[in-house]
């Protein structure tokens, strides 16, 4: 249905910046609203940003706010997670989610909202 494959990972310095994009194919309804999760070792998967791409709206985990920026592309293909100001904690594998869920209920980054999902690209942010 939905085809997630996301690049953009790397290794920075605590203070950098990474890019992340995720590009989507697949049918247009089932990826209304997108998402970039994160898991790091150890932990449970958690939300980092969401965007219900018919309107723009956006959210954001109170970790990330002001740091990260989620946005989409004009053709609403190719989803992007821009990152500044990492810290150590933000390590970890970044996931590029998509759902059918509309306004709050997809602002909500309720995992169980999001049916498909990317193989996910590594960041790690080094002290």
């Known amino acids: 249905e939905v085809q997630l494959v996301e690049t953009g990972g790397g290794s920075v310095q605590a203070g950098g910046s990474l890019r992340l994009s995720c590009t989507a194919s697949g049918s247009t309804y089932r990826r209304i609203c997108m998402g970039w999760f994160r898991q790091a070792a150890g932990k449970e998967r958690e939300g980092v940003a969401t965007?219900?791409?018919?309107?723009?709206?956006?959210s954001y985990a109170d970790s990330v706010k002001g740091r990260f920026t989620i946005s989409q592309n004009g053709a609403k293909n190719t989803l992007f997670l821009q990152m500044n100001n990492l810290k150590p904690e933000d390590t970890a594998m970044y996931y590029c989610a998509a759902g059918d869920y509309a306004g709050s209920l997809c602002l909500s980054a309720e995992m169980r909202r999001f049916a498909n999902w990317g193989q996910g690209t590594q960041v790690a942010v080094s002290s």
């Open positions: 965007i219900y791409t018919t309107t723009g709206s956006t």
